[in-house]
């Protein structure tokens, strides 16, 4: 993937100007873990990003259904990448946004996470209280940003229909 977008003496044209702007491509990201197996069923999983030069942007969404399940209780979650990050220079771990909401309650919790870059792959979510990974029963203990003005203890939450993980970010691409 060649990088450069515009040197002096070239002409702007359509493709480049399209180029420099990015236009956002849907993906469908891979929902795994590093033990046990995760099902969508009737939920969705749903993602975009956009590059401009070396650098993707992107966005994935987790809405949980009502048959949508995971049999790991002890495991991280991981989520695809839509295009493979740099991974020179000792480049192989870049942080990433993310927030879970919790239907039920009306609560979210803000996240952090991290692209792996040597398997191309977002993992390590963990909420900023206290640093534990988000696995598939816990969330770490944390106030809630919404409705709820309670603590959630680990194991409080169930994921459950209306339940959603958003993560997005920016890294570089691999060239």
């Known amino acids: 993937m060649a990088f450069t977008l515009?040197?002096?003496?070239?002409?702007?044209t359509a493709g480049r100007?399209?180029?420099?702007?990015?236009?956002?491509?849907?993906?469908?990201?891979?929902?795994?873990?590093?033990?046990?197996?995760?099902s969508i069923g009737d939920g969705s999983i749903v993602g975009?990003?956009?590059?401009?030069?070396p650098t993707v942007e992107f966005s994935l969404r987790l809405n949980w259904g009502t048959t949508t399940s995971q049999s790991v209780t002890t495991s991280n979650w991981s989520f695809s990448l839509p295009v493979a990050p740099y991974t020179g220079d000792g480049n192989t771990w870049q942080p990433v946004?993310?927030?879970?909401f919790d239907a039920s309650p009306g609560a979210r919790w803000q996240l952090a996470g991290y692209i792996n870059a040597s398997t191309s792959t977002i993992t390590a979510l963990t909420a900023n209280a206290d640093g534990g990974f988000l696995d598939s029963q816990e969330m770490p203990s944390q106030t809630a940003?919404?409705?709820?003005t309670t603590s959630i203890q680990p194991g409080n939450l169930?994921?459950?229909?209306?339940?959603?993980?958003?993560?997005?970010g920016s890294y570089e691409a691999a060239a």
Not at 6 to 12: A, T, V, Y
Not at 17 to 31: D, I, K, Q, S
Not at 158 to 168: E, F, S, T, V
């Open 97 to 100: 946004k993310a927030w879970v």
């Open 158 to 168: 169930a994921w459950a229909n209306g339940d959603r993980l958003n993560i997005w």
């Open 48 to 53: 975009r990003y956009q590059v401009r030069g």
């Open 17 to 38: 100007l399209e180029a420099m702007c990015g236009l956002w491509t849907p993906y469908t990201p891979v929902w795994t873990a590093d033990s046990g197996t995760t």
């Open 145 to 148: 940003e919404a409705a709820s």
């Open 6 to 12: 515009f040197q002096p003496g070239n002409r702007i």
